[in-house]
C-alpha cells in the first residue's frame, strides 16, 4: 500500500510500524529509543511526527502505517517539538562532546547541531551523576551522558534476559546502573556500547584509540565461528603508520545477526592486525621440496570457497592430497549465535567435496614427505617431527618449520562464504592493500 510522507509517496506493508518505513526508506527521522531489533519503547519522544487529521504530534515508534496515511516529519510546528524535547534531554548533559569517545557518532550531537543550537535555560547547577563507572565486561559508564533510553536496559532484559541493568533513583535522579556488587557479565555485553546512542556508555577496548572520523569501513563477515555475522570492519592507515583495525562493528542482517554480534567475535578484530614475518626458502630448494614424493596439504575451512578452490585446483596440479578439518569448540556455542563450530566456511569445504575425514588425514600425514599448510590453526600449533612443513599464513607461526608464506588476512580480501544454515554471503576488502600478497594471487599467479 501507499502513505504520503513529506508529500512523496512511499510503498509499504500493512502493519508496519510509520518509523519503519522512514527508516527503511532513508527518511530522517530523530530517534534515541527506537531500536529496529529491539523494537519500540515510547520513552524518548523524539520520533514526533505530524499525521494528516490528527490535533497533536504523534511518535513514530508508536503509528502503525494504513492506506492514505499522510505524515509529515519537516516543517515549523515538528521542528519546535523536536527542538523543545531535545533540550529536555539535554538539560542536565555536560555537552563534552571534545572529550567524549562518542562524538563523530553520537544521535545527541547530530539532533542538537540539526535542531537544538540554543544557549541552556538553565540557571541552577546540573545535576550530578556518576562518571567512569565500570560496569564488567569490558563497559564503561558516564551516566550524566545518559539519555534514559532504556535500549542497555531493554537489551539485557529482553534479548539475553540475563537483566543486568536497570534504571535506579527518580527524576533527574533517574540513571543506568548494575545492582551493587554485580557485573555485567555475558558473551554478549559489548552489544550494549554499539545500541547506546550516546557517549554513556563506552568500550575500554576501543575508547580513546581512534577518532571515528579518520576510520574507513569496510563490509564483511565475522570468521569466528559457523554464524558469519555480518559486521563492518573499522580501519585506518596514517602517514606514520600501516593500515590498523580498530574495531568490528555489527552490520544489520535480518536473517542471521540482527543487529548484534557476540563478544569473542566482536573482539577477534586483534588478530587482523599481527605483522607476519616470511621466511622464504629460495626457489631452487623449493622446487626440490615439490618433487617430494608424498605431498599432503590442509586448507583452513575459513577460507573463503575463491581461496578454497585456488588451493584445491593448485593441490590437483602438484599431486597434492588436500584436507580440511573444522574447528570444533564444543565449549563455544550457545542457543543463540555463537556455534561450536568455529570455522567460517566448513559449509564451503563440503561443497568443494574437499576430505575432512580425521582419520584419512592422520593416516596420509603419516606417510607424507612434505606438508602443505593453508592457515590452518591446528598445523600452526602441532610440531611434526621428521617432515618438512610450509606455512601460506596470516598469523605468526611459532614451530619450527621449513618456510613461512605471509598472505593476506580476511580483512584485505573479498570472496563468499556459506554460513551453518547455508545461507551464502560476499565480504569486501578494505581499501588498504596488504603487505602480503592474497593467497589466490600467489596461487594463481605464481604457481
Ligand atoms: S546508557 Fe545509553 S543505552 Fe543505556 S539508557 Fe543511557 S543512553 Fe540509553
Ligand atoms: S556468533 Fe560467531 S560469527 Fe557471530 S560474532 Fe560471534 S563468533 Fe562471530
Ligand atoms: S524513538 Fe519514538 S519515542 Fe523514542
Redesign the pocket.
Known amino acids: 500500500m501507499k502513505i504520503i510522507v513529506d508529500n512523496i509517496p512511499i510503498e509499504c506493508q500493512e502493519g508496519e510500524l510509520l518509523i519503519d518505513v522512514l527508516i527503511n526508506n532513508s527518511v530522517e527521522i530523530p530517534h534515541f529509543c527506537y531500536q529496529q531489533d529491539l523494537g519500540a519503547d515510547g520513552n524518548c519522544r523524539m520520533c514526533m511526527v505530524e499525521i494528516k487529521g490528527q490535533k497533536r504530534p504523534q511518535i513514530a515508534c508508536n503509528t502503525f502505517v494504513c492506506e492514505g496515511l499522510e505524515a509529515s516529519t519537516k516543517g515549523k510546528n515538528i521542528n519546535e517539538v523536536q527542538r523543545s524535547i531535545l533540550e529536555l534531554e539535554l538539560l542536565n548533559h555536560p555537552v563534552d562532546c571534545p572529550i567524549c569517545d562518542q562524538a563523530g557518532e553520537c544521535k545527541l550531537q547530530d539532533y542538537y547541531m540539526n535542531y537544538g543550537l540554543y544557549e541552556s535555560h538553565l540557571s541552577t547547577p546540573k545535576t550530578k551523576k556518576g562518571k567512569h563507572i565500570e560496569l564488567g565486561s569490558g563497559v564503561m559508564l558516564d551516566q550524566e551522558r545518559c539519555v534514559l533510553c532504556m535500549r542497555c536496559v531493554r537489551f539485557t532484559t529482553s534479548i539475553t534476559k540475563t537483566g543486568e541493568l536497570g534504571v535506579i533513583g527518580r527524576g533527574d535522579n533517574a540513571r543506568v546502573a548494575v545492582a551493587p556488587n554485580h557485573a555485567l557479565n555475558n558473551p554478549y555485553a559489548l552489544n550494549v556500547v554499539e545500541l547506546c546512542p550516546v557517549g554513556a556508555l563506552t568500550s575500554k577496548d576501543f575508547r580513546f584509540k581512534q577518532r571515528v572520523w579518520f576510520l574507513d569501513s569496510s563490509k564483511s563477515?565475522?570468521?569466528?565461528?559457523?554464524?558469519?555475522?555480518n559486521?563492518f570492519i573499522d580501519y585506518n592507515e596514517t602517514k606514520y603508520s600501516d593500515e590498523k583495525v580498530y574495531r568490528?562493528r555489527?552490520r544489520r542482517n535480518k536473517e542471521?545477526?540482527l543487529s548484534f554480534?557476540?563478544?569473542?567475535?566482536?573482539l577477534?578484530y586483534k588478530e587482523l592486525n599481527e605483522k607476519v614475518i616470511s621466511t622464504p626458502l629460495p626457489m631452487e630448494i623449493l622446487k626440490d621440496l615439490f618433487k617430494s614424493e608424498k605431498k599432503v596439504a590442509m586448507v583452513s575451512p575459513s577460507m573463503s570457497l575463491q581461496q578454497l578452490q585456488s588451493v584445491q585446483t593448485f593441490c590437483k596440479n602438484h599431486e597434492i592430497e588436500l584436507f580440511s578439518l573444522p574447528y570444533i569448540d564444543e565449549s563455544f556455542g550457545d542457543d543463540?549465535?555463537?556455534?561450536n563450530d568455529?570455522s567460517?566456511n566448513f559449509a564451503g569445504v563440503k561443497e568443494l567435496n574437499i576430505n575432512s575425514s580425521k582419520e584419512e588425514f592422520e593416516n596420509s600425514l603419516e606417510n607424507a614427505n612434505l606438508i602443505i599448510n593453508f592457515d590452518h590453526t591446528l598445523l600452526k600449533e602441532r610440531e611434526i617431527k621428521d617432515k618438512k612443513v610450509i606455512h601460506f599464513t596470516t598469523t605468526n607461526i611459532k614451530i619450527p618449520s621449513e618456510a613461512v608464506f605471509a598472505i593476506a588476512n580476511f580483512a584485505h580480501e573479498s570472496g563468499t562464504l556459506i554460513n551453518c544454515d547455508g545461507l551464502r554471503q560476499e565480504f569486501y576488502a578494505s581499501k588498504y592493500k596488504s603487505e602480503a600478497p592474497r593467497l589466490t594471487e600467489l596461487l594463481e599467479k605464481r604457481p
Not at 563477515?221 to 555475522?229: K, L, P
Not at 543463540?336 to 556455534?339: A, F, I, R, V
Open positions: 563477515i565475522c570468521h569466528g565461528c559457523s554464524r558469519g555475522c559486521i568490528f555489527s542471521i545477526n554480534l557476540c563478544d569473542f567475535g566482536r577477534s543463540w549465535l555463537k556455534t568455529k567460517a
